[in-house]
């Protein structure tokens, strides 16, 4: 199966929920529509199931225009954010209902639910009614109706947003394996980078219903295009640090100055904005390389296992990411390392220049290569994760 937007716009009003997407996804393809919160993600998905109907553009299924279909004849299923199952069924005819409406005969039913509630772990508790089960298996409920579908296309929207971190961290394990073994086009839209990442496959950025860049995950996060994109791919975001190149040094926050070495050469003279990814921020020098940047602390924020170091150099504002839980006095004086080599290099217009090579600059990455832009152009998602710029 191909799944093809052409073109596609969705507006209400005035307002615009989707702007001119271009995106083409084939079977056996996994792909993350990444945003934040009413970027467009739950509209795409709706557009693509033949939920709503575009205002402007077409859809395409193996190359045949399916704008206008009806939802009912498209191989298609979706999971939502709540827990949407049928309160008087049991967990068996909440995940049988769908194979009942298509008239299939009972022992493949009872064959096709045992072996999808198997897979979910639900198979102890398919006599019991939803308000029996917990959060997450209401979820696995929900999720098992769509999958014993067998559709086509299996689109889930934010599923894991309301369950707790450990039912998360097991619902996302259970559904990479999965994916591995559907023959289908599945989407799955999320507004962490975070679960982004730990997906894979290729991943949609979007923003205010436009669609910024799309390709294989890694490539996407290693070198984000825009300035826009750096920051929805990053948590916390992106730190940037305005700056200049000049012949052959640089220097940032207007005092400091560092080495074009690497991914940074031959960068023309001009005004720049640098980024830093906040765990590429240090407290302890991790290198002879490093630059020092000498700031205060504005606040200490722990999360979970981690806590982020609010600091401010001058007019720059930054964020560290540190391992553990850790304290640091308001108002204390601190230095941040940072390798040269770690920085992101935008125009003034908020376009990427350079960005480093890979996650070890100590061990020779940062060479300059070519950025793949993936913008203004149709994309393929193919199962590799192989981006092709039709």
Known sequence: MTLTLESVSKTVGREVYIENADLTFETGSKNVILGRTLAGKTTLLRLMAGLDKPTTGR??????????????????????????NYPSMTV????????????????????????????????????????????????????????VKDAQLL???????????????????????????????????????????MLGGNIVVIHQGRILQTGPTPEVYHSPATTKVAEVFSD??????????????GTIAK???????????????????????????????????????????????????ETFIHVRHAQTPLVVQESGVKSRRIGEKVSVFVHPERLYVYDLA?????????????????????????????LRLRPSGAALCL
């Open 92 to 147: 068996f005819d909440n995940i049988a209902s769908p194979l009942k409406l298509s008239r299939m005969d009972k022992e493949t039913i009872k064959k096709r639910v045992y072996e999808t509630a198997e897979i979910l772990h639900l198979v102890p508790l398919l006599d019991r009614l939803p308000a029996e089960l917990s959060g997450g298996q209401q979820q696995r409920t929900a999720i098992a109706r769509s999958l």
């Open 350 to 378: 908020g376009d990427l220049i350079a960005s480093p090579a890979g996650p070890d600059p100590a061990g020779g990455a940062g060479e300059r290569g070519e950025i793949p832009q993936n913008r203004g152009c149709d």
């Open 236 to 249: 916390p975001p992106i730190n940037y640090i305005d700056g200049t190149i000049n012949g052959n040094r």
């Open 59 to 84: 859809i395409l299924v193996n190359g045949e225009d399916v704008t206008g279909m009806a939802v009912r004849k498209r191989k298609v299923a979706m999971v939502y954010q709540q827990f949407i």
């Open 155 to 197: 689109l889930l929207d934010e599923p894991l947003v309301n369950l707790d971190y450990k039912l998360r961290e097991e619902l996302r394990i259970e559904l990479q394996q999965i994916f591995q073994r559907r023959e289908a086009v599945v989407v799955y839209t999320t507004t962490e980078p975070a679960e982004a990442l």
């Open 255 to 305: 005092d400091i100055s560092i080495p074009l070495t690497g991914h940074l050469e031959g960068i023309a003279p001009g005004d720049y904005r640098f980024g830093v990814r906040s765990n590429h921020l240090f407290l302890q020098p991790q290198g002879s390389a490093d630059t020092e940047i000498k700031a205060t602390v504005e606040l200490s924020e722990i999360s979970g296992s």
